[in-house]
């Protein structure tokens, strides 16, 4: 669903993945003009290892996000996070979090720290505040 000029998650596409949902690991919806992401998206394909928004208009997530128990890389480049989405933080098994070209002033390196599996966070071209980073130690690449 990458490129279709969405506004918002067809919620037709509940009803007819229904049978499938829960055997789907990865979706794109890139390059669209989301402007939020439902919270019923993160509880019908709980089963995601790979979420791809980049290019979209998204300025935060929904609470539902943090209860997905597979999901490894998310993409949200090139959105309008200001805030770095805390949501993320609580899902345990993600490797890879790609929030370049936002707007985010401030990482939560220790939080992040205590996540065991992840293993790069790219927060390149946001407005981070790099003299808080100086003295942090990340126990993960983070690509400033």
Known sequence: ??????????TGLYLATSSVSDKITS????????????????TVYKNL?????????LEKLPVEV???????NINLS???FE????????????????????????????????MTKLSSVNVKLNSVNKENLNHCDAKFELIL
């Open 49 to 57: 290892q790979e979420l791809d928004l980049e290019g979209n208009l």
């Open 66 to 72: 943090s209860s997905l128990p597979n999901l490894q």
């Open 78 to 80: 090139k959105n309008k």
């Open 83 to 114: 805030r770095f989405p805390e949501e993320l933080t609580r899902i345990q098994s993600m490797e890879s979090i790609n929030l370049e070209s936002n707007q985010i002033k401030d990482i939560p390196v220790d939080e992040l720290n205590k």
């Open 27 to 42: 979706i794109s919806l890139s390059n669209n003009e989301l402007k939020s992401m439902p919270g019923k998206f993160f």
């Open 1 to 10: 669903l990458s490129s279709c000029s969405l506004n918002s998650f067809p």
